[in-house]
């Protein structure tokens, strides 16, 4: 099963782990102290008397399945918690194999933003976590504010397809988007997709834009916490979910017992420095895949007999595509530019399960045929276990989930944690060192930032952490990740005061689950029994 959250195809490369990368921070002691933003942090939201009703709710646990389920409330607006408004979020727990030698409760986030912590469990995502970790904790997690069927849940669209007038043997029928916007033309029509695609999801979710950001669902996962009976938070993060680890270790630090962060996000990087290090990662990937494909694999099973072959075939298909959407059998729909990054981006996340499949996708389209490509760009080649509809709407109350859900979240999360810039300009500015530093994967990701210019956001600004009080913290970093670049797990394992630092020499995204005993051993043993990881400790 996949660890840690693919980003959709829409807005694959900048917003996948752009959530949460400009976190406010305060401190738990109960005095005001001033925030890494310059402002002053308001006191421990757990002392106040507006949120007592909240921090004492007992959770009802109920069968579901495997798991135990039950339902979380916590308030929209923790500036106003007396409003009325409320979010209620599933959770779910799978119960540590063996009671008596039961530690507690271990929550974690398995990535997005956007991802579905409910889905992942019934998916059998505790089996990512070692049998050491099995046997002393209950694994938890839930779906964030705004996530999957919590209530009320984001949508961005109204869940039907658009309709076609062009014919299935036409795929250039309507001329792709360049994802080099450089005449007039150009970057009129990127503006206008950039503020559809905002408007859409203004229209639909407009009054929750401004209340699913990552330091809200931080606070979420404290209430959680004591919901929980627990006086100490144990969590790991993949992903996505090392940004919602640093937000509740700002806010609670003496509130932590041990945290992993797997997959890091630097929270140190405003939008461009991040886009940036996201397209850096992907293209340094999709090279790798060249190297080992053509000097391990061999010619006969890759799409080129040398890399240089095999980025001739990206080059080759790069070039089509913008031209002539490739045909795809049995659709109306080609593939154009931006769906052969997407499938090459796609393909970069775990390589073990991915990667013969793309040689097999490249060799057929490089032919013609983009058949195969476009099933990766969509995420196909993934395995995916089938969940009932009716379990997931028992999880959230009764509600059916908005089947853009997971898009939807990873827009409105991602915009909402990060200030864009609101005028045109500096994207525009952006555009050509991203290409020099990234090719196409850099313009890409300066495209997808666009639509943040039209959404919310809030006053937080790039910082290095702040968590005084904080025991030691765990960052694990992938030398080869594509999505969360290793130079941004050394940075945030040195922004926590006593942070460590894991190692895992090798490629994809993430390594807990999925990057061998050496990683699964130190991890289960500091999660177990908080045993420090040395410097320089390195898996291969």
């Not at 069968?63 to 979010?87: E, S």
Request: glycine share 10%.
């Amino acid at each position: 099963m996949q660890r840690a959250v693919r980003p959709r195809p829409a807005l694959l490369l900048t917003l996948a782990v752009l959530g949460a990368t400009t976190l406010s921070a305060c401190t738990s002691s109960a005095s005001p102290s001033e925030r890494s933003d310059g402002r002053t942090a308001a006191v421990d939201p757990a002392t106040r008397p507006e949120l007592r009703a909240f921090y004492t709710q007992k959770l009802t646990w109920t069968a579901c399945g495997a798991l135990r389920c039950a339902r979380l409330t916590v308030p929209m607006d923790y500036d106003d918690p007396a409003d009325g408004r409320t979010f209620v979020l599933p959770v779910a727990k799978a119960t540590t194999a063996d009671p008596r030698r039961r530690i507690g409760s271990l929550v974690f986030n398995p990535g997005g933003p956007g991802g579905s912590g409910i889905d992942h469990l019934e998916e059998g995502a505790a089996d990512s976590f070692g049998a050491p970790v099995r046997e002393h904790f209950d694994i938890v997690s839930f779906d964030p504010r705004g996530v999957g069927a919590s209530l009320p849940a984001l949508t961005c669209d109204d869940g039907q397809e658009e309709e076609s007038e062009a014919a299935p043997d036409a795929p250039d029928a309507e001329q792709p988007p360049s994802l080099s916007p450089r005449t007039d033309a150009d970057r009129a029509g990127a503006l206008a997709l950039a503020r559809e695609a905002a408007a859409e999801c203004a229209a639909r979710s407009g009054p929750l834009l401004r209340h699913v950001g990552t330091r809200d669902a931080a606070r979420d996962m404290d209430v959680l916490r004591a919901a929980l009976g627990e006086t100490r938070l144990t969590y790991l993060g993949w992903s996505y979910g090392t940004s919602l680890g640093t937000s509740y270790a700002e806010q609670f630090p003496r509130r932590v017992r041990a945290a992993v962060l797997d997959g890091a996000i630097d929270p140190a990087l405003d939008w461009r420095a991040r886009a940036r290090s996201q397209a850096v990662g992907f293209h340094r990937a999709v090279d790798d895949y060249a190297t080992y494909c053509a000097e391990v694999v061999g010619a006969d099973a890759c799409p080129g007999a040398t890399p240089d072959g095999i980025r001739a075939v990206f080059d080759r298909l790069f070039t089509r595509a913008a031209r002539t959407p490739l045909p795809v059998d049995g659709s109306e729909f080609g593939v154009d530019e931006r769906m052969v990054v997407d499938a090459l981006s796609m393909a970069m996340y775990t390589p073990e399960e991915q990667w013969k499949g793309l040689s097999k996708a490249l060799t057929e389209a490089d032919g013609g045929d983009g058949t195969q490509l476009a099933a990766l760009a969509d995420g196909e080649e993934a395995p995916e276990v089938e969940t009932p509809e009716e379990e997931t709407a028992d999880a959230a109350g009764g509600s059916s989930v908005p089947a853009d859900n997971e898009d939807a979240a990873l827009l409105a999360v991602s915009c909402a944690d990060t200030p864009h810039p609101r005028a045109a300009q500096p994207y525009w500015d952006a555009f050509a060192p991203a290409e020099r530093a990234a090719g196409r994967y850099g313009t890409t990701s300066v495209l997808d930032a666009m639509t943040c210019k039209e959404l919310p956001a809030s006053e937080a600004r790039p910082h290095r952490v702040r968590a005084e009080g904080v025991p030691p913290v765990l960052v694990v970093g992938t030398t080869g990740d594509p999505a969360t670049p290793y130079e941004e797990a050394e940075s945030l394992a040195a922004q926590f005061p006593g942070g460590m630092l894991l190692t895992y020499e090798g490629v994809g995204h993430t390594a807990y689950g999925r990057g061998g005993s050496c990683v699964a051993d130190a991890v289960d043993a500091y999660l177990v029994s908080l045993k420090p990881v040395r410097p320089g400790a390195t898996c291969q």
